[in-house]
T-cell receptor
Framework: DQQVKQNSPSLSVQEGRISILNCDYTNSMFDYFLWYKKYPAEGPTFLISISSIKDKNEDGRFTVFLNKSAKHLSLHIVPSQPGDSAVYFCAASVYNQGGKLIFGQGTELSVKP | GAGVSQTPSNKVTEKGKYVELRCDPI?????LYWYRQSLGQGPEFLIY??????ADDSGLPNDRFFAVRPEGSVSTLKIQRTERGDSAVYLC????WGTGPKTEAFFGQGTRLTVV
């Protein structure tokens, strides 16, 4: 039962262009969503989050959009840089479950110079 | 310390042996989490501590897995009678969850466990 799904295992983008990573979820109880970035041999690093009461959160080059009716969120990176090449994980939680995160399978982003 | 520290970074053990994996969370973080990540998958929740007590252990796959956090800081994940299917990267994370506004969890670099 995969409650959080990232259907694209990989994405390749040209430097300077927009990267769009997608995530779908099934559990309507999720009320907090996060994106993590992971380099090889390192732990995931927090990137950006969004509460279910919002539909957009922006931090520099990174913007997360939440569409609750579609149970879909996306991460936009503009402009993409080669250093953004990593695996990106979408994660979701229910606030009264103590911060326990349910992760998607990840999308490997490759930004080519 | 500055971040979440996990030791060892790599562990190779024989099938049937017992292993302990250690996690040193960020100082002051009350919540501590263990996850397991298999190849090509996202991290999978195992157990969550709030202080010294296990608040949610619903992700532990079976009774061979056990975790403790006796003083509310360092945690040890213990695996008995290891099986080849236990091979994965075990990730620890900590956060201020439960003490105020929602905050993100900070992850350690993981322990890569290989059971041969």
């Amino acid at each position: 039962d995969q409650q959080v799904k990232q259907n694209s295992p990989s994405l390749s983008v040209q430097e300077g262009r927009i990267s769009i990573l997608n995530c779908d979820y099934t559990n309507s109880m999720f009320d907090y969503f996060l994106w993590y970035k992971k380099y090889p041999a390192e732990g995931p690093t927090f990137l950006i989050s969004i509460s279910s009461i919002k539909d957009k959160n922006e931090d520099g080059r990174f913007t997360v959009f939440l569409n609750k009716s579609a149970k879909h969120l996306s991460l936009h990176i503009v402009p993409s840089q080669p250093g953004d090449s990593a695996v990106y994980f979408c994660a979701a939680s229910v606030y009264n479950q103590g911060g326990k995160l349910i992760f998607g399978q990840g999308t490997e982003l490759s930004v080519k110079p | 310390g500055a971040g979440v520290s996990q030791t060892p970074s790599n562990k190779v053990t024989e099938k049937g042996k017992y292993v302990e994996l250690r996690c040193d969370p960020i100082s002051g973080h009350t919540a501590l989490y263990w996850y397991r990540q298999s190849l090509g998958q996202g991290p999978e929740f195992l157990i969550y501590f709030q202080g010294t007590g296990a608040a949610d252990d619903s992700g532990l796959p079976n009774d061979r897995f056990f975790a403790v956090r006796p003083e509310g800081s360092v945690s040890t994940l213990k695996i008995q009678r290891t099986e080849r299917g236990d091979s994965a990267v075990y990730l620890c994370a900590s956060s201020f969850w439960g003490t105020g506004p929602k905050t993100e969890a900070f992850f350690g670099q993981g322990t890569r466990l290989t059971v041969v």
